[in-house]
């Protein structure tokens, strides 16, 4: 089965801070990759993703990903963080045929203004 | 974008009684639903897949005679946590999907707590 890895559990960033939260899969063969973010009180959205092409996906509010294959890796990243990013993010996977989502056990990030 | 509901969004119920949560898309046709379980400071666990008009795919673990699924429409999928008990209070949230199946839309969630 898969597993999806986000190793950072809590991150505590100023503004303008840069941002790296890393996401690692176990799955072996074609994949589609997610980043969803989830607003206190709020449902989950989707950030960005990945199912081809370009290994390097830009998202709304500033977000972008890096697939890296070799590593099976797809970190988020944001160059200069707002209050506003304050949220806990989940990065999941699917296989080619997206039947199921693998979701990793997400990371609260709090911004301080 | 496409806009889930979920209903209700929390209930209390005594243990052994029976709790049915709605997951409707309100503006666009759900082929495929999905059913998921959030325990506190943890990541969401896919429970099932539901496709329209056929039964439910559960995920290894999950009791499919606890958990019914039920997806008779292409805007409604219930999910009824039957004879619950203390253990099985938790988040749940179910997510949508049309024809493009990773086009997956979530829905706000249920609280359930079992007393």
């Known amino acids: 089965a898969q597993s999806v890895s986000q190793h950072n559990h809590h991150v505590i960033l100023s503004e303008a801070a840069s941002l790296e939260l890393g996401c690692n899969y176990s799955?072996?063969?074609?994949?589609?990759l997610f980043w969803y973010v989830q607003y206190p009180g709020q449902h989950l959205q989707l950030l960005l993703k990945y199912f081809s092409g370009d290994p390097l996906v830009k998202g709304i509010k500033g977000f972008e990903a890096e697939f890296i294959k070799s590593k099976f890796s797809f970190n988020l990243r944001k160059p200069s963080v707002q209050w506003s990013d304050t949220a806990e993010y989940f990065c999941?996977?699917?296989?080619?045929?997206?039947?199921?989502?693998?979701f990793g056990s997400g990371t609260k990030l709090n911004v301080k203004p | 974008g496409a806009v889930v509901s979920q209903h209700p969004s929390w209930v209390i119920c005594k243990s052994g009684t029976s709790v049915k949560i709605e997951c409707r898309s309100l503006d666009f046709q759900a082929t495929t639903m999905f059913w998921y379980r959030q325990f506190p400071k943890q990541s969401l666990m896919l429970m099932a897949t539901?496709?329209?008009?056929?039964?439910?795919?559960?995920e290894q673990g999950v009791e499919k005679d606890k958990f019914l699924i039920n997806h008779a429409s292409l805007t409604l999928s219930t999910l009824t946590v039957t004879s619950a008990h203390p253990e099985d209070s938790s988040f749940y949230i179910c997510?949508?999907?049309?024809?493009?199946?990773?086009?997956?839309?979530f829905g706000p969630g249920t609280r359930l707590t079992v007393t």
């Open positions: 997510s949508a999907a049309g024809t493009a199946s990773y086009e997956q839309y």
């Open positions: 539901s496709n329209e008009g056929s039964k439910a795919t559960y």
């Open positions: 999941a996977v699917t296989q080619y045929n997206f039947n199921k989502f693998y």
């Open positions: 799955y072996g063969g074609t994949v589609n």
